[in-house]
């Protein structure tokens, strides 16, 4: 996986069970964006998108939602399981969409 530019990187993410496993939140360049960097590299699944708008009222929430979803990859990948988004999920009694949009997927908090 090919590092981002530092002035990229909005977020770093480091696998608390893996230190050598990271993923970066990065502006994408369609604008109005960001994206994560480095979750189709290493578990083949299609990069998370999030607008600006959200990201920026929750970053810390959205933070801990890419983390745990990012281990959950691991986890899966270590069992020698299959990993599949859910279009739907809680998560710390908030209730998210993970919907695919091309070779991405959105995630977005539902109020």
Same mark, same amino acid.
């Given at each position: 996986?090919? $590092?981002?530019?530092?002035?990229?990187? #909005?977020?770093?993410?480091?696998?608390?069970?893996?230190?050598? *496993? $990271?993923?970066?939140?990065?502006?994408?360049?369609? @604008?109005?964006?960001?994206?994560?960097? @480095? #979750?189709?590299? *290493? +578990? @083949? $699944?299609?990069?998370?998108?999030?607008?600006?708008?959200? #990201?920026?009222?929750?970053?810390?929430?959205?933070?801990?939602?890419?983390? +745990?979803?990012?281990?959950?990859?691991?986890?899966? *990948?270590? #069992?020698?399981?299959?990993?599949?988004?859910?279009?739907?999920?809680?998560?710390?009694? *908030?209730?998210?969409?993970?919907?695919?949009?091309?070779?991405?997927?959105?995630?977005?908090? $539902?109020?």
């Amino acid at each position: 996986m090919t $590092v981002p530019a530092e002035q990229d990187v #909005l977020m770093t993410i480091q696998n608390s069970k893996k230190p050598n *496993q $990271v993923i970066y939140v990065v502006r994408d360049d369609m @604008g109005g964006w960001f994206r994560t960097q @480095g #979750l189709k590299s *290493q +578990f @083949g $699944v299609s990069e998370i998108r999030m607008s600006v708008e959200d #990201l920026i009222h929750s970053i810390q929430e959205f933070g801990e939602v890419l983390s +745990f979803l990012f281990e959950s990859m691991s986890a899966a *990948q270590d #069992l020698n399981l299959p990993f599949a988004y859910e279009n739907e999920f809680d998560f710390h009694n *908030q209730h998210f969409t993970l919907y695919a949009d091309g070779d991405h997927r959105v995630l977005k908090r $539902v109020s």
